[in-house]
Nanobody, 119 residues
């Protein structure tokens, strides 16, 4: 699977962004998908995860109900809708894929898209 993110940008605090991740392979429907982020000088952290069939969704506590992950298996895309963005959300955001039986082993990664939130 090749994953390509888009939708990042520079916004002000309180604004919204929608990130998208497009998969090129035909096995997308069988993978769990996730969004991670990495801020400068910090470790990469999980933001949100969605199971291959969309049945299970989890969010990091810091999303505080501001973020929504979704997937469209027909279009082979996964999205992250972000609202009420804060400067602390500034990071490179990555999408990643893991096999259904190894949900914590992310084997495919995108190149990342930059999100910058100014106060």
């Amino acid at each position: 699977e090749q994953l390509v993110e888009s939708g990042g940008g520079s916004v002000h605090a309180g604004d919204s962004l929608r990130l998208s991740c497009a998969a090129s392979g035909r096995t997308f429907n069988f993978f769990n998908m996730a969004w991670f982020r990495q801020a400068p000088g910090k470790e990469r952290e999980s933001v949100a995860r969605i199971a291959w069939n969309g049945a299970t969704i989890t969010y990091a506590d810091f999303t505080k109900g501001r973020f929504t992950i979704s997937r469209d298996n027909d279009k082979r895309t996964v999205s992250l809708e972000m609202h009420s963005l804060e400067p602390e959300d500034t990071a490179v955001y990555f999408c990643a894929a893991s096999p259904p039986l190894s949900p914590d082993e992310f084997v495919y990664w995108g190149q990342g898209t930059q999100v910058t939130v100014s106060s």
